[in-house]
């Protein structure tokens, strides 16, 4: 286990430092200088070079980047351009907000989806079933932002229950008033995930229990509960952790897309700021960070699965 | 094989794919010829009927700067096609064969191509599409590559993945003892079997290259303005959600519609064609 | 009965499909005396697992199960089932690895039933469930209780899924195909374990089986099922003897047994009846050599005593010699097969590298990655073969000898490590020629693998033809038809899918592919484990007609010395990747036999003498899953003849004995004499 541990740890490692290399490449190789893409298309010349030189923009491909790197390691992510703050203090307190978003979300699709899922595989065929995959089809398709914007028309406008767009901090404002602005965006953003979970938690349940091994449980008597609890849900898991995973990746654009919708000043709201008003540093730190987050997240799910499955656990003994 | 099994099964044809592919007939059909059909120009200025809420003469009323929305609507569902369409062919086309070349040739070529997918699968989906957006200047064009491109690592490794169940059969073996080229193994042998498990992932997958590139519009970093594609108008309506939400929910609910017929013929394909439901003759 | 613990009368099941109603059981009825054991044989499709699942109560939901009278110790069975699972009835399923959950310990699930049924709490539990999985012969229970079951061997996890079973002590055991997944001499020790334990707990036992040796050697009384009808029933000696079914003749014929090697086998021609139609008459006259019009009419099971048959001409047909097959082949030349090798393989061998590629070759050990050399499994080591023109070499061994491996080996669809391949005289490059691959075939253990689901028979039959030059244009429909006409099938099969034919009938397409390059040379790799019985008569009778007509050689590769006997005219034996001994096959079957093929030999139950050859059996040294030496022989940890250091630390040289069998055993011959067997 903790061989596998260290293995995956390391390969995040080496995956992030790659990532790294790709975001720079990217945003220095593509075409277009840096410059221009700060200044805007119709910059003077001067300017440019002025800026090139500031931003040592003219130091060959590879020293940039040691540059950089070398800082992002210090935890050095330098200026923000646009604004006059370091990167690092406002990438901080963005990743604190949208933490608060994504880790509910992501809690909340788990315990519906897995519950959800359970529940449409031991009832299988029944009413309840057909009515939940019926809405499972449906949910996984609708785009978040749809539901965003109706939430926004229906929640705040009409009904004016709760705030259409902003945040207050925990500390500022109380538990209450800190829900208050996080609970359109979450559920905005579970109803989909949380389809998608439950529609292959459910195919994963169904297949453990038309296993032979629950089939051999019944046999020995075991209660049709115990059967599902502990014969088939620990089987059933497996799959469902990643998916979860999966799902994390795909609710880190929802994220992004929510907070531009609720106005929620979190670290898709900046990227976004970000790409709009060119500020380089910010941008590949801002994308740094969201694939550190994602790669721990993978992590989390590897290790998890891990410590469910006795085969990755123990190693094969033979 | 009992006599039973040799009875040609009819497959029952699942009722969402039926509905679903009939909307989604439709929904092509419209946006092709929307353009023309539509009832004003989608892109004429009448500051006089900005924002009239839906009524006999504009169905899904108008917009800030008076456009009809129907129009708008008609001549934008092409966009959302295009990016579903486009971006699963271009996952099709690098996907498929990468995939197929991995799991033929194992051993390096397989760990090279397998270590880039991860590294791509690594970057979180809408991370790809902005990196791509943010460098360089948006347009329809790009979102599809975008787009497809995200969906290259999944396409590379189902097909590597089913490829693999395939290969390790005892008839691939016997091409073998023929001494058969490997373009005759992966093309008449493999290949065959591997398609329906591709298309019912291409056909699911069509659902979220809409999804992600219409959130890439609605992030302004898709068809720019005064394009009608539907998630920017969604987002051109977000200041005017309290006195006109009919600008935004009249495409919003069109792109759901769409949306949600893509995926049922996608599960209902899956239902139809799942490899574990193939008959294959046992005793 | 009237002591009957188990009394089932006229149980039928049907259940819906999309097809209609099919009627997977009829009218089947069976009793079982305390502490007596019911062997219920049938070919797949005879409903004879169904038939547990129905008495456990454990179909799904659109199964209907009606019966006369179903008793269990009074009580009706249909009724309270679900009270019995675990508690009284104790069941096993075939395959051990699917039967036992892989997220739980051994010990959770063998204590498991101890805590819901005999309200044991977890620890009394596991203290008992140790002491059962030492009862059923496993030597360190307490390090299996705390193992999962993808650490164990088969047989281990067969054995501990017996001790879940066992926990409540129930009266009645139900066994479906408890052996079928496990190697021979594997299967032998769980054999012994059944018996020993009806000897000590006078538990009865309901056994399903395929296999007829089996039921002879657990078994007091046998039931044959044909799809889904009781045909004969009776005491297990008296049925053996003098089966009168014709089905049951059929499959008592079919069988090849080492005894009457050379006889050529019967087979039941047709295929099973389609259940969704209830025939009133007798199921099997459509496949049957004696049937009249009047086998039409509804037929009871009857016959004087406890024999009884379901067959209104069994009086008559006993008499009968089974009718000689059609389609015979032509003038055999069998008799004086041509001595001259056809294909020489010498010091062949081939390492398969663990799994992973660079990244998990790193060692971690220590902390610190290194870079380890990669483990390595040795599937063939050094061994040296010739299979000589018009002959069958048979190549019998366990899974995972490497068998499968050095058939690949021979035909250069796997490369070797080491070793030279001389077919024909001339040497065989390591990426052959187009015309080695034309006289060097294979036909395939899995017909349903062995067959792209999407190509045609004629397609599947093409191909070949073209690509060898065989045939052009309009000649490769002629020469398509000759080769159907080869492998006996109707020439209308040529538009059919694998998915349109039965598992025979596949293997046969198999053939005829294999085939249509005229080659000299092919490789049979378990070409007929996949089929059933009187299948794979069939298959047999027509590889055995093809390799006379043609002059072919064959490597055929069995893991079932049965089968290896009956068509082998030289034998030999692999173990773990070498080939032990090698002779001509009468010789290696009479002996004297190397200690691991006399094991192999003594644990196949043959029908007849099961029981007798049982107490002769020659049991293997305990700890069969301890890593073979890197030195030594490769049987020695298993080895009950083992000489102690000089056999674990030198590889034993192959010697040719007096009779002429090639032998790698460091035995003096005196010794190897004595490794005697009974069998002649």
Redesign the interface.
């Known amino acids: 286990m903790l061989v596998y541990a260290a293995r995956r740890i390391l390969g995040m490692v080496v995956v992030l430092f790659a990532m790294s290399a790709v975001v720079f490449a990217a945003i220095h190789l593509l075409p277009g200088s840096v410059a221009h893409m700060v200044l805007g298309e119709y910059a003077t010349a001067e300017a440019v070079a002025a800026l090139e030189l500031k931003l040592g923009l003219r130091d060959p491909i590879l020293v940039q980047y040691w540059r950089w790197l070398s800082g992002v390691l210090r935890g050095e992510f330098g200026q923000a351009l646009s604004i006059d703050q370091p990167v690092a203090r406002l990438i901080g307190g963005a990743l604190e907000r949208s933490a608060a978003l994504g880790g509910m979300s992501l809690l909340l699709v788990a315990i519906m989806g897995i519950a959800l899922g359970i529940h449409s595989a031991v009832h299988r065929g029944s009413l309840s079933d057909r009515v939940l995959t019926m809405m499972q089809y449906t949910l996984i398709a609708i785009p978040e932002f749809f539901w965003c914007t109706v939430a926004i028309i229906v929640f705040a406008v009409w009904l004016g229950w709760l705030p259409a767009t902003g945040y207050t901090p925990l500390a500022d404002a109380g538990l209450l008033q800190w829900l208050r602005h996080l609970i359109l965006p979450v559920v905005c953003l579970s109803l989909g995930l949380t389809a998608h979970v439950s529609r292959m938690v459910r195919s994963s349940m169904l297949e453990a229990i038309e296993s032979r091994y629950v089939l051999a449980a019944r046999a020995k008597g075991v209660p049709e509960r115990l059967v599902l609890l502990r014969h088939a849900l620990p089987n059933a898991m497996l799959p469902a952790i990643t998916v979860l995973a999966i799902d994390a990746g795909i609710l880190i654009g929802g994220i992004v897309v929510a907070e531009t919708v609720f106005s929620f000043p979190g670290l898709g709201s900046l990227l976004m700021y970000a790409i709009q008003n060119h500020d380089i540093p910010l941008l590949q730190a801002g994308m740094l960070v969201v694939t550190a987050v994602y790669s721990l997240a993978t992590l989390a799910a590897d290790l998890a699965s891990a410590m469910l499955n006795p085969r990755i656990r123990l190693g094969a003994a033979h | 094989m009992t006599a039973v099994a040799q009875k040609r099964r009819r497959r029952h044809v699942p009722l969402i794919l039926v509905a679903g592919a009939a909307i989604v007939v439709v929904m092509v059909l419209l946006g092709l010829i929307g353009p023309w059909i539509a009832p004003y120009d989608p892109t004429m200025f009448a500051v006089r009927s900005r924002m009239q809420p839906p009524s006999g003469l504009h169905w899904f009323g108008t917009d800030e700067f008076g456009r009809d929305v129907l129009s708008r609507i008609l001549a934008g569902g092409y966009y959302s096609l295009a990016m579903g369409f486009g971006a699963t062919a271009i996952s099709l086309v690098i996907g498929v064969p990468l995939g197929l070349i991995a799991a033929f040739y194992r051993g390096w070529v397989d760990d090279v191509i397998m270590r880039i997918i991860d590294l791509m699968i690594s970057l979180p989906p809408i991370l790809v599409g902005l990196l791509i957006l943010a460098v360089t200047s948006p347009g329809l064009g790009k979102t599809i590559v975008a787009v497809g491109l995200v969906y290259v690592p999944i396409m590379t490794r189902l097909t590597r993945s089913v490829a693999l169940s395939v290969l390790a059969q005892d008839f691939i073996e016997a091409a073998a003892a023929r001494r058969e080229k490997t373009v005759y193994i992966l093309w008449r042998e493999v290949l065959p079997n591997v398609w329906p498990t591709i298309i019912v992932e291409a056909s699911l997958r069509i659902t979220f290259a809409i999804l992600l590139g219409s959130a890439l519009s609605f992030l302004g970093l898709g068809p720019q303005p005064p394009a009608s594609e539907w998630g920017l108008m969604i987002a051109e309506s977000r200041p005017f959600l309290d006195r006109a939400p009919w600008i935004g929910l009249a495409p919003g609910l069109c792109l759901c519609v769409l949306l949600v017929a893509v995926n049922f013929v996608g599960e209902g394909l899956r239902d139809l064609l799942d490899p574990r439901m193939q008959g294959r003759g046992h005793g | 009965m009237a002591d009957a613990l188990l009394d089932i009368q006229g149980l039928s099941l049907r259940y819906a ?3 209609g109603s ?1 009627t997977a059981l009829d009218d089947v009825s069976l009793a079982i005396p305390r502490g007596g054991a019911m062997g219920l044989v049938g070919e ?2 005879s409903g004879k697992s169904s038939m547990l699942l129905a008495m ?1 109560g ?1 179909l799904g939901k659109g199964a209907a199960v009606t019966a006369d009278a179903a008793r269990f110790d009074g009580q009706d069975l249909l009724k309270v089932a ?6 009284r009835i ?2 096993v ?1 075939q ?1 051990p690895s ?7 310990t051994i010990g959770v699930q063998v204590a ?2 101890l805590t ?2 005999r309200g044991m709490n977890w620890r009394e539990a596991m203290e008992r469930a140790e002491g059962l999985l030492a009862e059923t012969g496993i030597h360190d229970p307490a390090a299996v209780l705390k ?2 079951p ?4 088969g047989g281990m996890k067969q054995r501990a ?1 017996i001790a ?2 066992l926990g409540c002590e129930p009266d009645l055991l ?1 066994l479906d195909e408890p052996t079928t997944a496990l190697d021979v001499t594997v299967e032998a020790q769980i054999l012994d374990l059944l018996d020993a334990l009806r000897a000590r707990r006078g538990i009865s036992l309901l056994l399903v089986s395929h296999n007829l040796g089996i039921v002879d050697r657990i078994c007091d009384d046998l039931t044959v099922l044909y799809a889904g009808r009781v045909v004969e029933q009776g005491p297990c000696a008296r049925v053996l003897a003098g089966p009168r079914h014709p089905y049951a003749r059929g499959l008592m014929a079919a069988m090849p047994v080492i005894s009457h090697a050379k006889q050529r086998l019967t087979s039941i021609e047709g ?6 139609v209830v025939d009133p008459g007798c199921n099997f006259a459509p496949r049957c050599p004696f049937a009249v019009p009047s086998c039409a009419e509804p037929q009871a099971l009857a016959g004087e005593g406890d024999h009884r048959v379901r067959c209104h001409r069994a009086a008559q047909t006993a008499t009968l010699p089974w009718p000689e097959q059609k389609n015979e082949a032509p003038a055999s030349t069998e008799a004086t097969p041509e001595r001259r090798p056809l294909l020489e393989a010498r010091g062949m061998s081939r390492r398969f590298a663990g799994h992973g ?3 998990r070759s ?1 060692d ?1 050990r220590g902390g610190w ?1 290194k870079l380890a050399p990669r483990k390595s499994v040795v599937a063939v080591d050094d061994v040296t073969i010739e299979v000589r023109s018009g002959e069958v070499l048979g190549l019998v061994g366990e899974s995972g000898s490497g068998k499968s491996t050095l058939g ?1 080996l021979l ?1 250069r ?1 796997v490369p070797a490590d080491a070793g030279q391949l001389e077919f024909g005289g001339t040497e065989v490059p390591l990426r ?1 020629s ?1 015309a080695f ?1 034309q006289q ?3 036909i ?3 017909p ?7 190509h045609t028979v004629q397609e599947v039959l093409k ?2 033809l073209e ?2 030059g065989i045939a052009k244009g309009a000649a490769v429909g002629a020469e398509i038809d000759r080769l159907l006409d080869l492998v006996r099938l109707p020439r209308s099969y040529r538009t059919r899918y ?6 025979g009938e ?1 293997q046969r397409i ?1 053939i005829a ?2 085939l249509a ?1 005229r080659p000299r040379f092919v490789v049979c790799d378990e070409a007929v484990s996949a089929l ?1 019985v009187s299948v794979q008569a069939a298959v047999l009778n027509l590889l055995s007609d093809l390799r006379a007509q043609f002059g072919l050689s064959y490597l055929f590769i069995s893991h079932d010395i049965g089968v290896i006997a009956h068509i082998s005219d030289r034998i030999a034996v692999m173990y773990r990747g070498a080939i032990v001994q090698q002779g001509e096959a009468a010789q290696v079957l009479r002996g004297p036999h190397h200690p691991y093929t006399a094991s192999l030999l003594s644990a196949v139950p043959v029908v007849g003498s099961a029981r007798s050859q049982a107490d002769n059996r020659i049991r293997l040294a305990e700890n069969p ?1 301890a890593a073979p030496g890197e030195k030594g022989c490769s049987f020695a940890s298993r080895c009950p003849q083992q000489l102690g250091n000089l056999c674990r630390t030198q590889v034993p040289a192959q010697r040719r004995l007096s009779n002429g069998v090639m032998m790698a055993c460091h035995l003096p011959d005196a010794q190897l004499e004595t490794v005697a067997l009974g069998l002649s």
């Open positions: 499909t999309a097809n099919v797949s499709g456990l454990l679900a009270s019995l699972r675990g508690r104790g069941t399923f395959d699917a039967a036992l959950n892989p997220a739980l498991e039933p819901l049924h193992a999962y993808h650490q164990l061997s899924v879940q079973a139900l295929n099973l009846p389609d259940l969704t590629g660079l990244w790193l971690w990655p690949r035909l669809l052959p187009s691959c060097a075939q294979i395939f253990q899995n349903d693998s062995a067959l792209n689901p999407h191909r070949p690509l060898f694998p998915h349109q034919m039965s598992g596949k198999g592919r294999a390059g059933d899953m």
